[in-house]
């Protein structure tokens, strides 16, 4: 990993940023690198209310918008947007709608990279919708102006159909503000973190190999 001049990352639902790439984010603070975090989404169609419950569908909204804030400030994010979209229908909104939307954000921001999911290998319809639109706003930047596109990518034939990742970051250094920004998401991780925890501490070679690399692709955009 190297220095940015600006980071942009933009993934439809919170908890996106904190399994695939908060040991990136984590390194790139560290570096002095600006780093905005745009979330589409409140993920208000989440289907974890907890157990025992402490959340309502009314009620999660609020919730999960405060677990963003919280991820956020766990590792080191000033700078979070959230677009106001609703979950589960990114899939239906029309695309120049957000194409639009994250090319005001390239126009202002300015990033020399820009981090969103692989389109159709990323499982979820609202990540490959939100990744698809991210890379047709990139692509009609002027090609010398365009920052560099990393793509998250974890569909079970991700490897198969685009190869080995192009860039596999070693993020050992961060594990600790990773675990706290999965730990921040309690509505949806909080069954997990027990057991996740125990793996870590055991240190079991596949969790620690997935938990400590976060894996890239990077779009052909030619």
């Known amino acids: 990993m190297e220095k940015e001049k600006q980071l942009l990352v933009i993934f439809p639902h919170p908890d996106d940023e904190a399994f695939g790439v908060s040991g990136t984010i984590a390194f790139h603070v560290e570096k002095g690198t600006p ?16 157990n025992p419950p ?10 999960r918008k405060k677990e963003l804030q919280d991820a956020a400030a766990a590792l080191g994010i000033n700078d979070l947007r959230m677009l106001g979209y609703r979950d589960k229908t990114i899939e239906f909104i029309d695309e120049e709608v957000l194409i639009n939307h994250f090319s005001s954000l390239i126009d202002e921001l ?16 609202d990540h490959d ?5 991210v890379v047709k706003a990139v692509k009609r930047i ?6 560099k596109l990393h793509c998250v990518a974890f569909s079970n034939n991700c490897v198969e159909a685009l190869g080995e990742p ?9 594990a600790q503000k990773k675990f ?3 730990s921040a998401h309690r509505s949806q991780t909080q069954l997990m973190i027990p057991d996740l925890d125990e793996k870590l501490q055991s240190e079991e070679p596949s969790v620690l190999a997935r938990f ?3 894996r890239f692709w990077t779009y052909n955009l030619d």
């Open 35 to 50: 780093v905005t975090y745009a979330c589409l989404t409140l993920g208000e169609m989440g289907r974890n209310l907890g």
């Open 54 to 63: 402490f959340a309502t569908r009314e009620s999660l909204p609020n919730i």
């Open 110 to 125: 300015q990033p020399s990279l820009v981090i969103t999911f692989y389109p159709g290998y990323a499982v979820h319809p």
């Open 129 to 133: 919708a939100c990744g698809a639109a």
């Open 142 to 147: 002027p090609k010398e102006d365009r920052p």
């Open 166 to 174: 192009d860039i596999i970051n070693d993020i050992a250094p961060y």
């Open 180 to 182: 706290a920004a999965i």
């Open 212 to 214: 400590y690399t976060e």
